[in-house]
């Protein structure tokens, strides 16, 4: 009898080791393949609970707006708030101006410039004349170009500062709360140290990625759990470039939508093919400026509304 109880003790002892060796083999392989992770995420949502809701006050409203080969994402919320994005080049800032003011908005709480490239930030110092901008978010990323240094002196004529996010800082606009997900490092390519942002608003997400890229992509994906990166809408990194949006990537954030922010006819060819099967394997509906103009959603925080272009349902 004691001998039967011994062996009992003893089987247990190795059915709990070994279970203890899978877990740790699975968290290993998680942590290594963050990708898969998120491929899992699909499948299995327990792994990644969902996130909390936020406040609801009414709809808000996201624009992205046609700016040629450039990035503008104008975020309205119904308290009145406002958040800018990005400016597109120099050569569309009379263009964007003319959008925004067309909205009736005088001021900015935010002025995000995601990375010093000029198709991001080349209208940022007539936007800081035309309106009065509370306050700036940028990466800690630098260049010495022209355009950057004016996007500079602008800021400190305009007396209103620069902040810097960090990983998992929040900032709040009227009722909406945009989470920072990257960059998570430092690159030396200034697409992957985009500022990539999450908003939420009720239960309906926006994901804005600048032009981060895979690089930045993975190391995000192994920072964050893969809850962190589901939205409804995507804005494509780098203008659906095919150097963005990876699998991985996409299969965590999971949108109904993503939209591609380039110009017409442009010498790049964005969004790329690769980019543009890979949306269409996944059922997503993509839009895209240079063949739909501006693009609005709105949100009442339970869902997301395409608004234009009207033909798309």
Known sequence: MASSKKRAKIYAAKVKAAFLVIAVAVALLLYAFPGLRAKLSEYF?????????????????????DV???????????????MLI??????????????????????LDY??????????IGGASAILSAFEVKAVLMPDAETDTATFLRVLEAIDEEGCGVTVPKVNDTVTLGSAVFTVLGP????RDLNDMSLVLRM????????????????SEEDMLARHPASAFKADVLKLGHHGSSTSTSTAFLSAVRPSYAVAS???????????????????????TLL??????????????????????????
């Open 45 to 65: 949502p327990f792994m990644d609970p969902p996130r909390e809701e936020t406040p609801v006050t009414g709809d808000l409203d996201v624009h992205f707006i």
């Open 68 to 82: 040629g080969q450039g990035d503008a994402s104008l975020i309205l919320t119904p308290e009145g708030n406002a």
């Open 86 to 107: 990005d400016t597109g080049e120099s050569s569309e800032k009379e263009l964007l101006i003319a959008y925004i003011e067309s909205l009736g908005v005088n001021a």
């Open 111 to 120: 002025l995000v410039l995601t990375h010093p490239h000029s198709d991001h």
């Open 184 to 187: 998570v490092d430092s690159y």
């Open 200 to 215: 939420d608003y009720g239960s309906t997400s926006f994901l804005f990625t600048g032009d981060a890229e895979v690089p």
């Open 262 to 284: 380039c110009g017409e006819n442009n010498e790049y060819g964005h969004p790329h093919r690769e980019t543009l099967s890979l949306l269409t394997n996944k059922n997503i």
């Open 288 to 313: 895209r400026t240079d063949e739909d103009g501006s693009v609005v959603f709105t949100s009442n925080g339970s869902k997301v509304m395409l608004l234009s272009p009207s033909t798309r349902s």
